[in-house]
Every structure is written in C-alpha cells, then in structure tokens.
C-alpha cells in the first residue's frame, strides 16, 4: 500500500438506538446515560463506540494500533451523523512494515469536534507472491 505523511481519510456513521443498545450489551456499560433516554428522547452513545468510526479506516489501511489517545470533547447522541477525519502525521519504512503515526478529529453533523485522538502503530508490508 502506497501511504505517505499527510495523506488523509474519511469515513462517517450515523448512530441508531438499537446500536447503542446492542454496545452497551456487549461492552458491558449499561450506565443509565447510555440506556436511559435524554429529555430530548435520545440516548448517549458510549465513547468507545464514537471513537470504533476510525476503525474502519484503520482496517481498510490493515493498521495494527499499539497506543491510541483520545479526549471527548463534546457528547454524541443517538441520531447524531460523526465524521471521522484521519491524517497520517508519519510514515517511516522499516524492514517488512512500515511505523505510522496519526491524528484524528472526530466532527458531528454540525461541524463541532466531538472527539480528537492520537495513535501509532505499524502497516505490514504486502507480502510478494513468486510466480
């Protein structure tokens, strides 16, 4: 995979009751905030669940994560559409993998940051088949 500092990706989800539901289940959080509905008849999604949106992205680039940093900055409710916006802060080729390093700004459908995060981790490189 050809990557290089500064490339950036995106990804967006919208999240339902059920979903929020269905992680606090299997999270094991069932904080009243996250099964109860709000005054507004909404719930509010976990910050783990919020924070899985990257993790798309991260599959899609077979990133292998071995510290991640996040800081909530604002809640995120059921209904609420986030966009996750990664960008590659460094991509250093070492022999078979590559150490990447990244920033993340999670925003809601108001344009407002809900989640900003760090990580670094490792991309293995494609393995090349002989024929």
């Known amino acids: 995979m050809d990557i290089k500092a500064g490339d950036v ?5 919208t999240f339902t009751e059920e979903e929020t539901l269905q992680f606090a289940h299997l999270s094991g959080d069932q904080g009243k ?3 109860e509905r709000d005054d507004k008849g909404r719930l ?6 919020t924070a899985s949106i990257g993790t798309k992205i991260g599959g ?11 800081e909530f ?3 995120v409710f059921t209904g609420d559409t986030i966009t ?9 080729q070492m022999e078979g993998i590559k150490k990447v390093a990244l920033k993340s ?6 344009g407002k940051e809900v989640l900003i ?14 024929s």
């Open 117 to 130: 995060g760090t990580s670094h981790g490792i991309i293995r490189d494609e393995l090349q088949v002989n």
């Open 105 to 110: 700004i999670y925003r809601n459908q108001h």
């Open 73 to 75: 900055v604002r809640p």
């Open 9 to 13: 990706f995106t990804w967006e989800r």
């Open 33 to 35: 905030h996250h099964v």
């Open 44 to 49: 509010m999604i976990h910050g783990l669940f």
């Open 60 to 70: 899609d680039l077979n990133y292998i994560a071995r510290e991640m940093v996040s």
């Open 84 to 92: 996750c916006e990664v960008t590659l802060t460094s991509v250093e």
